[in-house]
């Protein structure tokens, strides 16, 4: 009874990071189409929101690396508690960067949290650092953003050179209908790669409980579905502090660099999940933004917020290693039973609820979007 | 170490899909555009045969764009 419990809280858990993950992801998915004013904020967020339940339904490649190749745990009580654990690292890790609005990487607090709760719990033969973390997790991760930058960056220069003589009035309004299928496929790359991690997870504790098999990998449609409708509506609610960094404090874009910074941003994303890698969306669309800025003059890019961006993603992994180490040996102080899932699960709620109230004392409540062209702050 | 643990097929994989479908599609578009204004302009000028080859670019640029849309996801959901 006890570990059923236990699962019931991870799988909530899973739950709850996945929609912080659309809470705190997809604000960049939807940044460039917002701050070049192809959509409405409002029709933008529920738009992506669609398209990131639609996503997590395209593949299961992404989960079988996350569930597989990273980490394993023994099908038992510790097994489950170092999931708990790694989840509340990410979890927490991610209320930390929006607090403070950093665009940090959801993938990589999840990541991060898993190693370092199954490296305090079960020690580092269950941590798999080579095949797993570097050849799937860091090596890709360092590529994607460079990748999407050189992509994002030819995709400009290229489009400039085709319509560069045309008058920018019809233009204008053709890549900004143009950002509605690109900002689409990207919502859709981030539904197809993120909601997956949470699929990854929820499928390894399901394994760590002893209700799946470990030999085979399988998915259960009820973990496709739930993680769907959590990132979809994480989304919806959104993290627009997050909205104001992507979308115009890195350059002023125009609708072409929106379009060319999306497009490539969700290619290298959708051919990423085809192959199994855990990319971070953040990582990806910075890289692209960038990029697109950079073609046209570097001097219209703000080195020093893309400089900050770096440092919050250098952070992201080690930090959610430690607190899902941290938060383990806070769990089992109490057992193994489900005393200290309950009373992590309660402080976390509790502090997060005291950053929302804090922030919202500050006059920067999420559901606030400050007006096209106002001072970042 | 780096060279033995990296699965470089899927690696290049995903670099040489993002470069041509990242630059490629977009340049579609770009196209797209190109022979819609152009069409349109050039219908308003009375040049029709200049408009009918500007329409046949914006047509291929447009239908670039949605078979590659298309063919993405077909590769995607074949997982």
């Known amino acids: ?377 | 170490m780096i060279a033995t643990v990296v699965d470089w097929d899927a690696l290049l994989q995903v670099i040489w899909v993002s470069l041509v479908a990242g630059v490629g599609v977009p340049a579609a578009w770009g196209f797209a555009l190109l022979g819609t204004t152009r069409a349109l302009e050039s219908g308003r000028n009375g040049r029709a045969a200049e408009g009918v080859v500007y329409g046949v670019v914006g047509v291929v640029g447009l239908a670039t764009v949605v078979a590659a849309i298309i063919f993405s996801i077909v590769i995607l959901t074949g997982d």
Do not use: C
């Open chain 1, 1 to 377: 009874m006890g570990s059923e419990i236990i699962v019931v809280i991870v799988v909530a858990t899973a739950l709850i990071f996945d929609f912080t993950n659309g809470f705190h992801d997809t604000a960049n998915v939807v940044a460039t189409s917002i701050s070049t004013r192809a959509m409405p904020p409002r029709v933008a967020v529920g738009y992506a929101s669609i398209l990131n339940f639609v996503g997590a339904f395209v593949s299961l490649e992404v989960a079988a690396t996350v569930a597989n190749d990273v980490v394993s745990v023994n099908a038992n009580s510790i097994g489950l508690l170092a999931v708990f654990a790694g989840l509340v690292g990410a979890i927490a890790w991610n209320l930390i960067t929006w607090y403070f609005g950093l665009p940090s990487s959801s993938s990589h607090a999840l990541i991060g949290g898993m190693v370092g709760a199954v490296f305090v719990a079960e020690g580092s033969e269950n941590v798999f650092f080579e095949e797993g973390i570097l050849g799937k997790v860091m090596i890709p991760a360092l590529v994607a953003p460079v990748l999407a930058f050189i992509v994002g960056g030819l995709a400009i220069v290229v489009l400039y050179r085709i319509v560069g003589r045309l008058r920018p009035g019809p233009v204008s309004g053709g890549f900004r209908f143009g950002q509605v299928i690109s900002g689409g496929l990207l919502a859709l790359a981030h539904g197809t790669n993120d909601a997956q991690k949470t699929m990854g997870v929820i499928t390894l504790a399901l394994v760590a409980n002893g209700t799946l098999s470990g030999d085979e990998f399988h998915v259960p449609d009820w973990v496709v579905g739930s993680a769907a409708t959590a990132i979809a509506l994480g989304t919806y609610v959104g993290g627009w502090r997050i909205i104001k960094t992507m979308g115009s404090r890195i350059h002023k874009m125009d609708a072409a660099q929106g379009f060319a910074a999306q497009g490539s941003s969700a290619t290298v994303i959708l051919a990423a999940s085809h192959v199994g890698f855990p990319l971070s969306t953040t990582h990806t669309i910075s890289g692209a933004v960038i990029g697109s800025g950079a073609a046209k003059r570097l001097s219209a890019v703000r080195w020093g917020v893309a400089g900050n961006i770096v440092l919050a993603w250098v952070l992201t992994l080690p930090a959610a290693a430690v607190i899902g180490g941290l938060t383990f040996l806070v769990a089992r102080a109490f057992g193994t039973g489900a005393a200290g899932p309950i009373i992590v699960s309660a402080a976390i709620l509790t502090g997060a609820g005291m950053l929302f109230a804090r922030r919202s004392r500050e006059g920067a409540a999420p559901g606030v979007v400050p007006a096209p062209g106002s001072t970042p702050s």
